[in-house]
């Protein structure tokens, strides 16, 4: 069955540090990525998306993201965390058919 | 461009009432889905929309109903409520059908349903 699994339901991290956010993904064909981010009280910002062609994807606010079909992730990243990315982050994919299918969150955690 | 709206933002019923949720798309959008959102259960599909056809569905019951009109708008109603219904409702748009290319959903701040 497809499925999205985030590693990690909370990360802490300081700011100035490396933030590393895991998803893995379960789909019979390569599927469509996405990393979304949820503010208190707020719909879903799209971060970034992988559809095709080049697997490094580079999104908004200093994120990007790798995919590796190989290893079925696509973890997002991003060199030095910031205050205000504290926030919720949801890993989704997106197949004919099912619409998205999303991870169950990591909350992101930054402290001074 | 104006994003994804949803009304109304907050919602309170009571056990056994109906609701009406609306969405209105961002302009040049042929697909609406909707979403439920709970601490529980995380985000659910519950179904998607485009041209006027329900064209995927998710794992609801049938008290959960949605439309959408010529203009891409689109409404989910819930009739008989349950506490259980109790969510922040998602609205999502895009410019083509699930697992096409453009398909990347744009979502509204949601409605969030308080039943007592």
């Known amino acids: 069955a497809q499925s999205v699994t985030q590693l990690g339901s909370h990360v802490s991290v300081s700011e100035g540090a490396l933030v590393l956010l895991r998803c893995n993904y379960s789909?019979?064909?390569?599927?469509?990525l996405f990393w979304y981010v949820q503010y208190p009280n707020q719909g879903l910002q799209l971060l970034l998306k992988?559809?095709?062609?080049?697997?490094l994807v580079k999104g908004i606010n200093g994120f990007e993201a790798e995919f590796k079909k190989s290893e079925t992730s696509f973890h997002l990243t991003k060199p030095s965390a910031h205050m205000s990315d504290a926030a919720e982050y949801f890993c989704a994919m997106d197949q004919a058919g099912t619409a998205l299918i999303f991870g169950k969150g990591t909350t992101l955690s930054v402290s001074s | 461009k104006a994003g994804v709206t949803q009304t109304p933002r907050y919602l309170i019923k009571t056990r056994g009432q109906q609701v009406t949720l609306s969405c209105s798309p961002i302009?040049?959008?042929?697909?609406v889905s909707w979403y439920q959102q709970t601490p529980g259960q995380g985000l659910q599909f519950l179904f998607e929309?485009?041209?006027?056809?329900?064209?995927n569905k998710g794992n609801f019951p049938g008290r959960f109903s949605g439309r959408q009109f010529s203009n891409s708008r689109s409404e989910m109603n819930v009739s008989t409520l349950e506490l259980g219904d109790s969510a922040l409702y998602l609205c999502?748009?895009?410019?083509?059908?699930?697992?096409?290319?453009?398909?990347?959903?744009?979502f509204g701040p949601g409605t969030r349903l308080t039943v007592l």
């Open positions: 999502a748009s895009s410019l083509a059908i699930s697992g096409r290319a453009g398909s990347e959903q744009f």
């Open positions: 789909s019979s064909v390569p599927p469509y």
């Open positions: 929309y485009f041209s006027e056809t329900q064209r």
């Open positions: 992988y559809t095709t062609g080049a697997t």
């Open positions: 302009s040049g959008h042929r697909s």
